[in-house]
């Protein structure tokens, strides 16, 4: 159940965005670059948690809820970008701050998860809490520098996944 959880709700939600895109490129949706980065940021996310807390042997009733409550987060998030067809050309502006709340929503509810099935909730913390400032910054600078904030965000994410050696080296100096 647990390996199809991800990939089925991912590939729903990458089917409904995708075909939805085609129509804001089309119609030259001046909001489309926000649009994309911080979607792809959610995803990137949601694929990053998957990779690296896969643990079905403490998967329960609990973490099947979680998961629920965090792929509606999902779905909502990208209701609040405007990637659902809820509103025809010309596009209205998305709802940036409330799709930022709903990822560091997300941020929490995985550490919640985490605990549900016996992980450590504190690993590589202190990226979480950076992603959560990174969102955090972008609310309050608008949208001028949200790809830069982006990137800085992929780039955690990456830490976060690939734990390369020299990262722990680093971390084990300081925390």
């Given at each position: 159940?647990?390996?199809?959880?991800?990939?089925?709700?991912?590939?729903?939600?990458?089917?409904?965005?995708?075909?939805?895109?085609?129509?804001?490129?089309?119609?030259?949706?001046?909001?489309?670059?926000?649009?994309?980065?911080?979607?792809?940021?959610?995803?990137a996310?949601?694929?990053?948690?998957?990779?690296?807390?896969?643990?079905?042997?403490?998967?329960?009733?609990?973490?099947?809820?979680?998961?629920?409550?965090?792929?509606?987060?999902?779905?909502?998030?990208?209701?609040?970008?405007?990637?659902?067809?809820?509103?025809?050309?010309?596009?209205?502006?998305?709802?940036?701050?409330?799709?930022?709340?709903?990822?560091?929503?997300?941020?929490?509810?995985?550490?919640?998860?985490?605990?549900?099935?016996?992980l450590?909730?504190f690993?590589?913390?202190?990226?979480?809490?950076?992603?959560?400032?990174?969102?955090?910054?972008?609310?309050?600078?608008?949208?001028?520098?949200?790809?830069?904030?982006?990137?800085?965000?992929?780039?955690?994410?990456?830490?976060?996944?690939?734990?390369?050696?020299?990262?722990?080296?680093?971390?084990?100096?300081?925390f």
């Amino acid at each position: 159940m647990y390996e199809l959880l991800y990939a089925a709700i991912l590939g729903s939600v990458l089917y409904s965005v995708v075909n939805h895109v085609g129509q804001h490129f089309k119609c030259q949706d001046p909001y489309i670059v926000e649009r994309l980065l911080i979607g792809s940021l959610f995803t990137a996310f949601f694929c990053a948690s998957f990779l690296t807390t896969y643990n079905k042997e403490n998967y329960g009733k609990l973490s099947f809820l979680i998961d629920i409550f965090e792929v509606f987060l999902m779905y909502l998030c990208f209701y609040y970008l405007g990637f659902f067809p809820q509103d025809e050309p010309p596009y209205s502006e998305p709802k940036i701050v409330y799709a930022h709340l709903t990822i560091i929503a997300l941020l929490f509810t995985q550490l919640i998860w985490r605990d549900s099935v016996n992980l450590n909730v504190f690993e590589l913390f202190e990226l979480r809490l950076l992603f959560c400032y990174l969102l955090l910054f972008s609310m309050i600078l608008g949208k001028g520098i949200t790809p830069i904030l982006c990137f800085v965000a992929f780039l955690c994410i990456g830490l976060y996944v690939c734990k390369p050696k020299w990262y722990d080296e680093f971390r084990s100096k300081f925390f």
